[in-house]
Every structure is written in structure tokens, then in C-alpha cells.
């Protein structure tokens, strides 16, 4: 994917959160930020657009309610109709909480599922290189380098004068 | 109007001189309070009076209506002040500093529970109307008796009361003396406060609504009106918070501070469904004779379209209008919710009320309306006042800045 990286280490979230707003307003392209955290208001300064996961939650979600519905209407009405109680065989109210529980389990495996395919997250041999310290005590911005006017030095300018404590260049895509 | 502010300016040192976008918060007004909504405040006199006159003439005409409708107005309108006091004594216990700078408007809501607590009592004279265990022989004299269950009443209320006094009392006086100890105060008052209104909110509940109904019991019941304030306290807060920022008197506020009231707006409305299924689920499913009496009062007759309308009011059409992200953090959006919310409590609140009477069919109209006027826009008048006595930004508080400076 991307060729080359210039990564720049941060001491604190407010280096980072600086540097990934001058960035882009330089116009530079930012690959990914690494963060020991969640950092509030990372995902507005890096400028990245609103995660589709939510529609992700709300197909599952909906999924877990027909299919629980289906179901329970089929066992307790239409395969074998059973008497509790005296009420009808297809007695909605009965089938909510199972319906609520199914939704909410369908929602939250499918949400989980959806976001480590997306991401790549997976048991492999041979892990994909991981910046030093990241998850530790640093907070890294990693820049792309493959733009036709990428200049390096500027870059590394912008992200010292944001507070870096380190700037490299990476070969590949971390 | 240029009045430095320093509780503020230490609250964001981090952002290391940088942050143009932010630049506009220092223009914080000054540490002095002044009036709000004075256009507004002589409309909502009139209506008051108007709707005391309303109470009158159906005081004549249909007594029993007048004391049910004031019941149902003066819960609502506790609702919705002990609501704000709950909401500040969660932030305060908690150590959130999101909502530090939208503060007053909770407090300002508890500042108004006395209007809500007068309406109540004046529903004591009346109480052999509604209550039918007041002349009725029913087993349970030792706790449903007049005088005790007036004493409770005002235990209650004096203890709410006294809980929102002391709150606003020790916040204002920060705004003068900027000292710290008011914060640790408050936060050992917030404690000990939701617990006394987690006990105190369930006897009344059980009392003033429950025991309309001498024989039927629900041990959900207290939960299910706790619910309510929540809703009712984040809804009148939404409504204060979007309207006084429109006329730029919360600088601080921001739309991640609407999001957050639009999120909790939903996570309560979405609480108060949770319970109403929870309540009506068991009895459907048991099917017991004293317990269904509740219910089949409330889904027979011309009660039913009203049953079903609560549901989809409180909890089905919010569920839907809040659930977008875009929809947390519109203001004029999280405005119409709100106050949907809101009528939609009177409208709980009613239908726990008035089926327990004799009535087969709903009457909304000169009793119910008349009184929710008079005590509504009397607790508005108070709220408008109580806004005026404090500066809005409570400049030395120590969560200011944090608040000020809400990342979403």
C-alpha cells in the first residue's frame, strides 16, 4: 500500500493532537496515529470521516429481532402450539425478552466481527511491526510520503515545532 | 464584559497557547448574574393566573377532575425539578466535569421544586376525592392514613427541597469566594442526597400515585417514577440548555455538551421503557387477579388509545428521532425531542393518575389542562428567576475549563 512513512513521536496526546491538525492543514496526507489510549478528539484532528460500523450494529440488531421472533413464533405457534396459561398460542408479548436478548447479542458479535475483518485483526504467523513504545509511553503520527510534493524536511519541521521528540522515516506500511 | 477569568484560563494550560478554534471561549461573561428571559417572564404571570382561574371554575364544576388534574400537574412539575437535582448531584458525585458549565440550569430546575411541592399540598384537601382508603375501611390504616401520609409528604418535599437549597446555596457562594471546599461539600451532599432520594422518591411514588389505588401494589412502581424523573430532569435541561445558548448566554456550550443531553435523553427514555415492559410484563404473564385490575383499568374503554400513545410518545418516536448521531448533536432537533418528552410525561404521569378513578373514559380538557398551565408556568416563572440570581457560567468552578474544553 503505502511506500514510505515519516513517523514522529509525541510525549503527550497534545503534541500529537497539534501536529495531526497542522498536517492537514499543510495539506499533508496522514496515514494512522498510535496512542498507548484513546485519545478524545484524535478522529476530528486526524479528520477522518464518521466510522460505518453503526449500520453494521443496526443490520445485525434488526436480524436478531426478526429471527428471534420467527423463531419463537414457529416453535411455540406454528410447529408445536403450546397452552400456558391459558393464552393463545402466538402470545407476542412472551417472545419480547428473548427478542431484546437475541438483538442485543446479534448486534454486539456482528459489531465485534464486522470491526476485526475490516481491520485485519486475526491470528497470523509473523506479526505486522509495531513502533516502538506506542503502547507504552509515545504517541505517534505517521505521515505518508508518497505525495508528488512531499517534502520531508518541512514535515519534519511541522511536527518539532508541534512538540515531536523524534522523527523517523519508515520503509513500509507498519 | 472583559472580565479575566482565572479558574478558566488554568483549566486549559495544556493546550499550550495553541487552539484558535477555542479562542472564542475566553470571551466567558463576567462573574455577575443578570436577568433572563424578561420578555418571557410577564407571559408566563398571565398564563399562571389565567390557569389558576381555569382551576377555579372547575373546582366548581368537577372537583374530583380539578384535585386529579393538580395531582397530575404537581408530580409532573417535581418531575422535572427533582430531575435537575438529581442530574447535578450525579455530576457532582460522579466528578463529570462535561456539564460544569451548563450547571445552573439544573440547579436553577431544583431551585423551582417549592412551586411543584405548593401544588402538591394543595391536592390535600382534596384527598378523600381521589385516595379511596381516606374514607374507605381497607386493612392497611397503620401507613394509609391522612395524617401520617401528609407528614410523609411533607417530609419529602422539605427533604428535596432542603437537598436544593443547600446545593445552589454552596454553588453560588463559589462564584464569590472561589474556594475549593464547596466542590469536596458538594460532592459528600450528592452521596448522601441520591441515596435519601432514591428511598425518598420511591415512598412517594408508592404514596401519591401507587396508593390512588388502595389494593394494587407493584413493587416496579418507584423504579418506573424514578425513570420518569430522570427523563423529565434531562428533557427540562435539553430545553434550558439549546434555548439559553441560542441567545449566547452559555458561551461554554458546545455540540458535544448537546450530544451528551441527547444521549442520555435517549439512554433515559429507553430506561423508562425498560421498566414500563419490565411492570407490565409480569403482570400480563401472571395474570393474577389483584394485579391486573391496574392494567385493565388503563387498556378498556377510551383509556387504551391513550395506553399505547404513552409508549410510543416516551420511548418509540425518541428511540427513532435521537438514534442518529447527527440527531445527539443537532440543537433545534434535540429541542423538539425534548420537548416531546416532556408532554409526554404529563401525559405517564396522567394516565397513572386519572384511570384510577371512576372515570370509563379520558377528559383531557378545562381540569387537567388548567392546572398543568397554572403549575407549569409558575415553575417556569421560577426557573426564570432562579436563572437571573446566579452569573450562567460558573466562572470558579474547578471542572470549567474541562468542560469548556469538551472534545466530544
Not at chain 2, 18 to 27: P, T
Not at chain 2, 261 to 286: D, H, P
Amino acid at each position: 500500500m503505502t511506500s514510505g512513512l515519516l513517523v514522529a513521536y509525541f510525549e503527550d496526546e497534545n503534541g500529537l493532537l497539534r501536529a495531526a491538525r497542522e498536517a492537514r492543514a499543510a495539506g499533508l496526507k496522514i496515514h494512522d496515529a498510535y496512542t498507548p489510549y484513546a485519545v478524545h478528539g484524535l478522529d476530528a484532528a486526524m479528520g477522518q470521516r464518521p466510522s460505518r460500523l453503526p449500520w453494521v450494529t443496526l443490520l445485525c440488531g434488526l436480524t436478531g429481532t426478526l429471527l428471534a421472533f420467527w423463531f419463537q413464533r414457529w416453535t411455540s405457534a406454528v410447529s408445536w402450539p403450546i397452552n400456558v396459561g391459558g393464552k393463545p398460542a402466538h402470545s407476542f408479548p412472551a417472545f419480547i425478552p428473548v427478542a431484546f436478548e437475541f438483538t442485543v447479542l446479534l448486534a454486539a458479535l456482528g459489531t465485534v466481527a464486522a470491526l476485526f475483518i475490516r481491520v485485519g485483526l486475526r491470528p497470523r504467523v509473523g506479526l505486522p511491526r509495531v513502533l516502538p513504545r506506542v503502547t507504552n509511553d509515545r504517541f505517534a503520527l505517521a505521515l505518508c510520503t508518497d505525495g508528488e510534493d512531499f517534502n520531508g524536511a518541512a514535515a519534519a519541521e511541522l511536527c518539532r515545532n508541534a512538540g515531536a521528540c523524534e522523527v523517523s522515516a519508515v520503509e513500509e506500511a507498519p | 464584559m472583559s472580565v479575566v477569568n482565572v479558574g478558566h484560563d488554568a483549566g486549559h494550560g495544556h493546550d499550550g497557547g495553541h487552539g484558535h478554534d477555542a479562542a472564542d471561549l475566553h470571551a466567558a461573561p463576567p462573574p455577575k448574574a443578570s436577568p433572563v428571559g424578561l420578555g418571557a417572564q410577564p407571559v408566563l404571570l398571565v398564563l399562571t393566573l389565567l390557569g389558576l382561574g381555569g382551576m377555579g371554575v372547575s373546582l366548581l364544576l368537577w372537583p374530583q377532575r380539578a384535585f386529579s388534574g393538580l395531582l397530575a400537574a404537581a408530580v409532573t412539575v417535581l418531575m422535572v425539578g427533582l430531575g435537575g437535582l438529581v442530574f447535578a448531584l450525579l455530576m457532582a458525585v460522579s466528578n463529570a466535569g462535561w456539564a460544569t458549565t451548563l450547571k445552573r440550569v439544573p440547579e436553577a430546575l431544583a431551585a423551582a421544586l417549592p412551586v411543584g411541592a405548593i401544588a402538591l399540598l394543595g391536592v390535600l384537601p382534596g384527598a378523600a376525592l381521589l385516595f379511596g382508603w381516606v374514607e374507605h375501611p381497607h386493612g392497611r390504616g397503620a401507613w394509609l392514613n391522612l395524617p401520617f401520609f401528609a407528614a410523609r409528604m411533607g417530609g419529602i418535599l422539605l427533604l428535596w427541597i432542603g437537598l436544593a437549597f443547600i446545593l445552589t446555596r454552596s454553588s453560588r457562594a463559589q462564584d464569590r469566594d472561589a474556594a475549593l471546599r464547596h466542590t469536596r461539600r458538594t460532592v459528600a451532599l450528592s452521596a448522601l442526597g441520591l441515596l435519601l432520594i432514591g428511598l425518598s422518591g420511591s415512598v412517594a411514588a408508592f404514596d401519591w400515585l401507587m396508593s390512588l389505588e388502595t389494593h394494587w401494589y407493584s413493587t416496579m412502581y418507584g423504579l418506573y417514577s424514578l425513570s420518569g424523573v430522570l427523563v423529565a430532569g434531562v428533557s427540562a435541561i435539553t430545553i434550558g440548555v439549546v434555548l439559553l445558548s441560542r441567545r449566547g448566554r452559555l458561551p461554554g456550550v458546545g455540540d458535544n455538551h448537546i450530544h451528551d443531553l441527547g444521549k442520555l435523553m435517549f439512554g433515559f427514555s429507553t430506561l423508562w421503557a425498560y421498566l414500563w415492559l419490565s411492570q407490565w410484563l409480569l403482570i400480563w404473564y401472571a395474570n393474577l387477579p389483584e394485579e391486573t385490575t391496574y392494567y385493565l383499568a388503563r387498556t378498556s374503554g377510551g383509556w387504551s388509545f391513550l395506553f399505547w400513545l404513552n409508549l410510543v410518545l416516551n420511548w418509540g418516536l425518541p428511540f427513532v428521532l435521537l438514534m442518529p448521531r447527527a440527531a445527539k448533536r443537532s440543537p433545534e432537533h434535540t429541542l423538539r425531542v425534548a420537548i416531546l418528552l416532556l408532554a409526554a410525561r404529563w401525559l405517564d404521569v396522567y394516565l397513572m393518575v386519572a384511570p384510577s378513578g371512576d372515570a370509563i373514559h379520558p377528559g383531557i380538557s378545562l381540569p387537567e389542562l388548567s392546572a398543568l398551565l397554572a403549575v407549569g408556568a409558575c415553575f417556569g416563572l421560577v426557573v426564570l428567576r432562579a436563572l437571573g440570581r446566579a452569573p450562567l457560567t460558573p466562572v470558579h468552578d474547578p471542572y470549567l475549563g474541562e468542560s469548556q474544553h469538551h472534545p466530544g
